[in-house]
């Protein structure tokens, strides 16, 4: 496996075409007094367009990101691009973090310290690891796909052939949102080397037998309720990732604020700048519609196996994120081993609550090392 060293450096040019295309922004009219009921409200978008066009620093997050060693190599076929950050200690483990859509590279920034060297953040030496944060293929530097099949599965292919070509023989893997579907499947197709999977999510739900509901504390009530919220109001952006990525391309590609509008529709809540910096990552790239086909692909996954993982699992769950129920968790997946919950941090909890989330992951690995 070839490795090239690689530096985001985004052109002047690239990014006055964006500034043009943000000032010529036709706004859409919008109904009064329905909230976010129809979507995103139009204030919040051209509140956030316009601190795009005139506050928005991206030269500072460019330099963020920079400031860890990046790499490009090919496997399968499919341009990888990937952070990877060693560590100051002798026997780290290395660790595979996997971000998921509308997110980037970027969930992980505010971790990479406390994960690499937990020594300068007050932990224990012997929790270091070797870290790689790479790009799901069609996704922002990985650059679009080009083939069909690029689901969960191949993805999880890719990573093991990456960490094999790192030369590293024994290693975790941990995952949020679209990572943690990606991150178990590692566990199942590498388990001769995955010593365990950490994940934000299990994405199990109620079978819609009668036996599912019986018996359900309050907490899990109150969880289900979150969850079909979600899906009633929240997830067209599934159904027409799913369906017809390729239709939605069209629109992504072309306007820098329907890119934002789709994109922040899942991050919100979040800061401008980790906002900005996640929508900058995809219309640089042009990945908006590689990235939609991942839904795609693995909704039409056919080959997908049904059996439980045996790789040792755990889940941290946090309080605003939609939260997995554990009696649904452990019905569907194998050997979850640890499990905790938070109260506080949501969806990107690697960036709202980076010190919940590298302690726990540094806990869950640390009998597996």
Do not use: C
Request: hydrophobic share 40%.
């Amino acid at each position: 496996m070839q490795l090239q060293p690689f530096q985001i450096n985004i052109s002047q040019a690239e990014l006055d075409d964006l500034q043009a295309r943000l000032a010529r922004t036709r706004w859409p009219d919008e109904l009064p007094g329905v909230g976010r009921a129809y979507g995103v409200p139009r204030d919040e978008v051209k509140a956030l367009a316009e601190y795009w066009q005139n506050g928005y620093d991206w030269h500072r997050w460019e330099a963020e990101i920079n400031q860890y060693p990046q790499f490009m190599t090919e496997i399968d076929g499919q341009n990888i691009h990937f952070l990877h950050v060693k560590s100051p200690e002798p026997n780290a483990l290395p660790l595979i973090l996997t971000h998921g859509w509308p997110g980037s590279v970027m969930e992980y920034l505010d971790v990479i310290g406390r994960l690499s060297n937990p020594r300068a953040f007050g932990g224990d030496p012997a929790d270091a690891f070797d870290l790689v944060i790479p790009s799901v293929p069609g996704f922002a530097f990985s650059g679009p796909t080009h083939e069909t099949g690029w689901n969960s599965r191949r993805v999880a292919q890719a990573w093991a052939t990456l960490m094999a070509g790192l030369g590293y023989t024994r290693y975790g893997a941990v995952g949020n949102d679209a990572g943690s579907l990606i991150s178990p499947e590692v566990g199942r197709y590498d388990p001769e080397h995955v010593v365990g999977v950490h994940v934000t999510q299990l994405f199990s739900f109620p079978s819609g037998a009668p036996s599912d509901f019986e018996n359900l504390t309050e907490d899990e009530g109150r969880r289900l309720a979150v969850l079909d919220n979600f899906w009633k109001n929240l997830s067209g952006f599934n159904a027409i990732q799913s369906s017809a990525p390729q239709t939605l391309a069209y629109a992504l590609l072309d306007s820098p604020a329907g890119q934002l509008a789709w994109s922040a529709q899942l991050l919100d809540g979040q800061e401008p700048d980790f906002v900005l910096t996640n929508v900058m990552l995809y219309w640089l790239t042009g990945t908006a519609g590689s990235s939609a086909r991942f839904y795609y692909e693995n909704a039409h996954d056919s080959d997908h196996p049904t059996t439980p993982t045996t790789t040792p699992t755990g889940v941290a769950v946090f309080r605003n994120d939609f939260q997995t129920i554990r009696r649904f968790a452990e019905r569907d997946h194998g050997n979850i081993v640890h499990w905790s919950e938070f109260d506080r941090g949501g969806h990107y909890a690697a960036h709202e609550a980076p010190d919940l989330l590298a302690e726990d992951v540094r806990l869950f690995f640390r009998s597996l090392r």
